[in-house]
């Protein structure tokens, strides 16, 4: 299973970026991709997770409170991709950012809210850094 994930870079406070994560090697009709991150000398955190089940026909997402109403988490099966949609940019969204796959998610675990646990990835990307600076 390998995870690449891109997109980052420097943007002035209000601004957006849109991070992807291009996935491949594994085949699983339910699986789970989050975003993470993590800035200088914090814990990594869930940012946002996209959870695919029941043959791909739906997902369900998750956002964290700091996040809702200003990032959006989407997919592209034919690309294999998971994309995070950033708008209205904050200094403190600066982080490296991480995208990790689940490929066997437990659904009652995301719906009880452990979806941000980093624990249930099994399988995680490079980072890509995200500064929010004017």
């Known amino acids: 299973v390998q995870l690449q994930a891109s997109g980052g870079g420097l943007v002035q406070p209000g601004g957006s970026l849109t991070l992807s994560c291009a996935a491949s090697g594994f085949t699983s009709d339910d699986y789970a991709i989050g975003w993470f991150r993590q800035a200088p000398g914090k814990e990594r955190e869930g940012v946002s997770c996209l959870r695919v089940g029941d043959g791909t026909y739906y997902s369900t997402t998750y956002y964290a409170d700091s996040v809702k109403g200003r990032f959006t988490i989407s997919r592209d099966n034919a690309a294999n991709t998971v994309y995070l949609q950033m708008n209205s940019l904050r200094p403190e969204d600066t982080a490296i950012y991480f995208c990790?796959?689940?490929?066997?998610?437990?659904?009652?675990?995301?719906?009880?809210?452990?979806?941000?646990?980093?624990?249930?990835?099994?399988?995680w990307g490079q980072g890509t850094q995200v500064t929010v600076s004017s």
């Open positions: 990790a796959v689940d490929t066997n998610p437990n659904p009652p675990v995301y719906e009880l809210g452990y979806w941000a646990r980093s624990t249930l990835y099994d399988h």
